[in-house]
């Protein structure tokens, strides 16, 4: 079936028989505005990013369930990176007149099975004919108590420096998707259907575990950056003890030179965070749903900036880069 014989609202009525309802949303889909209540000393989070054929994706090379959560978990990233909890999500789509339904509908379950998985629910939206490539525009509200809030401001020198998860997965197998080689399963899973560390914010936040925090979808490098820059900090980065998957270390021995997919890659949607040092037991603990989080360096003064060190303690270049969509 062809988008042409159900139409734009009959596209907008198929997706919101699904959408879930929740407590918080009093009106969801089919009103001018979703209209909310946040909880009472909470704060309204919210983030937008864009996902564009050919740029974020190419279509071949995931199926549009795994598109449309891939849409959402890297929104839902940002909100976890402030230590927040999800509560509503709207979808923009710019649509290919040609698209068929089936693929449509598969792409609307991936995006409201993983709402589920994060605790959101699909409140809005906006559907549109593009001219070409498929457009998608994700925004999330998430909120967060005023008291837990991690922005990536807060970072003193003396804090540890910590990343959950493993670095470069997902960048190795888009270099392998596109010098046309099919990826290893799970390389490819990190690329096509990342999870947003969504509960591990969360626990940082509550514990008041972190004192900066980011999600790194640039790079780590670029990512940390961010953090230095808004916390007027500097850092050391230990090369050598970046966590990496097996799938990785195996591709890593073949060809030393991938390392700087750790470091530079990007679309890890890890959280990468700052801490007292007298909290480490405490961070180091924290392993939610088999995630690792990783002391990787330090906090140092800004007059420092980024020093990269090998596993003597000698500085190393770091690699140029991180992504950026114009340069
Ligand atoms: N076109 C825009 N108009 C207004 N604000 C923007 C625009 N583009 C980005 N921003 C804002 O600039 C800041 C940095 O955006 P950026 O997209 O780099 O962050 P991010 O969402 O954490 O990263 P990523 O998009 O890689 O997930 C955010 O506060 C974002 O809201
Ligand atoms: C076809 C194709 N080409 C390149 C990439 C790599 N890529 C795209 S956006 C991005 C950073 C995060 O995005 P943003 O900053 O927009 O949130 C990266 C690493 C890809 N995923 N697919
Ligand atoms: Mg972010």
Redesign the pocket.
């Known amino acids: 079936m062809k988008l042409g014989d159900i139409g734009e609202f009959g596209f907008i009525e198929r997706i919101r028989k699904r959408a879930a309802a929740a407590s918080h949303l009093l009106l969801g889909i089919g009103d001018d505005c979703a209209v909310s209540r946040v909880a009472p000393g909470e704060l309204l989070l919210a983030?937008?990013?864009l996902l564009i054929e050919d740029i974020h994706f190419r279509r071949g090379w995931s199926d549009m369930h795994t598109l449309g959560r891939k849409s959402v978990s890297?929104n839902v990233?940002?909100l976890a990176?402030m230590g927040g909890r999800a509560l509503n999500l709207y979808l923009g789509l710019g649509i290919p007149a040609d698209t068929s339904v089936e693929d449509l509908d598969a792409f609307a379950n991936g995006v409201l099975d993983a709402c589920a998985a994060y605790g959101a629910v699909l409140a809005g939206g906006d559907t549109c004919r593009s001219p070409g490539p498929l457009f998608i525009s994700v925004t999330v509200e998430g909120s967060v108590p005023e008291a837990q809030l991690v922005t990536r401001a807060g970072a003193r020198p003396g804090d540890l420096l910590w990343v959950s998860g493993t670095l470069g997965d997902s960048a190795l197998a888009l270099r392998e998707l596109l010098a046309g080689r099919r990826p290893p399963a799970l390389l490819a899973a990190r690329h096509h259907d990342p999870c947003a560390r969504l509960d591990l914010g969360r626990v940082l936040a509550v514990q008041g575990l972190a004192t900066a925090m980011?999600?790194v979808?640039?790079g780590l490098l670029a990512?940390l950056g961010?953090i230095l820059d808004s916390s007027a900090v500097g850092a050391l980065v230990e090369r050598d003890v970046l966590p990496l998957s097996p799938a990785f270390r195996a591709a890593l021995q073949a060809e030393p030179a991938l390392l700087d997919l750790a470091l530079c890659g990007?679309e890890d949607y890890e959280l990468l965070f700052t801490s007292p040092p007298e909290k480490a037991a405490a961070v180091a603990a924290l392993a939610i749903e088999g995630v690792p989080v990783t002391q990787i360096g330090c906090v140092l003064p800004q007059d420092h900036g980024v020093r990269l060190v090998d596993a003597q303690g000698r500085p190393c270049a770091p690699p140029r880069g991180g992504?950026d969509h114009f340069y």
């Open positions: 983030s937008t990013d890297v990233s940002d990176a980011i999600d979808s640039d990512d961010h990007g992504f």
